[in-house]
T-cell receptor, first 110, second 110 residues
């Protein structure tokens, strides 16, 4: 079952701009993870935000979590060409395996 | 450094043949996971494990078996491969909120 889904299939921005990827989910969670997957590579975890947290930062990345609306967002500031990738959210429930959305393809153009 | 190693990286198998995909982790994580990735579906969970000797069914287990003989190793077995199992397979290990993925195995069943 796909318990998480990103709200847009693809986004395109220019270098230096900010961008936000949104995610909604359908079940109770203990945490939500954001991943980035570059072409030809496995996904890499960016941020884990627990259900009792509202915001988490990691450098230029900022994740928010709203458990009442069952939604999350990942914002990237000052984007770079190397941010071009597919971004996934994944739900975590206790010690269960992460369940992934279909992903949002982000293109950052020079 | 955290590492998950998958082998082989590419595999061509014959319909009806047996395929074994191997995964090794040096992260000392209890949890390990097998996903497949197809265009438009994100990553779908096939099997996972909480530790040596344990295997659990994920969301799409039909046609797959898993084996966890040790903390470090987790295999995915296709007893009778079919063309519908052509995909990219990812192994991951997880624990303490972190998840690390391997580089993937591209399997083609002809």
């Amino acid at each position: 079952s796909q318990l998480a889904e990103e709200n847009l299939w693809a986004l395109s921005v220019h270098e230096g701009e900010s961008v936000t990827v949104n995610c909604s989910y359908k079940t109770s969670i203990t945490a939500l993870q954001w991943y980035r997957q570059k072409s030809g590579e496995g996904p890499a975890q960016l941020i884990l935000i627990r259900s009792n947290e509202r915001e988490k930062r990691n450098g230029r990345l900022r994740a928010t979590l709203d458990t009442s609306s069952q939604s999350s967002s990942l914002s990237i500031t000052a984007t770079r060409c190397e941010d071009t990738a597919v971004y996934f959210c994944a739900t975590k429930r206790n010690n269960n395996a992460p369940r992934f959305g279909a992903g949002t393809k982000l293109s950052v153009k020079p | 450094e955290a590492a998950v190693t998958q082998s082989p990286r590419n595999k061509v198998a014959v319909t009806g043949g047996k395929v074994t995909l191997s995964c090794n982790q040096t992260n000392n994580h209890n949890n390990m996971y097998w996903y497949r990735q197809d265009t438009g579906h994100g990553l779908r969970l096939i099997h996972y494990s909480y530790g040596a000797g344990s295997t659990e069914k994920g969301d799409i287990p039909d046609g797959y078996k898993a084996s966890r003989p040790s903390q470090e190793n987790f295999s995915l077995i296709l007893e009778l491969a079919t063309p519908s199992q052509t995909s990219v397979y990812f192994c991951a290990s997880g624990g303490q909120g972190e998840v690390f993925f391997g580089k993937g195995t591209r399997l083609t069943v002809v």
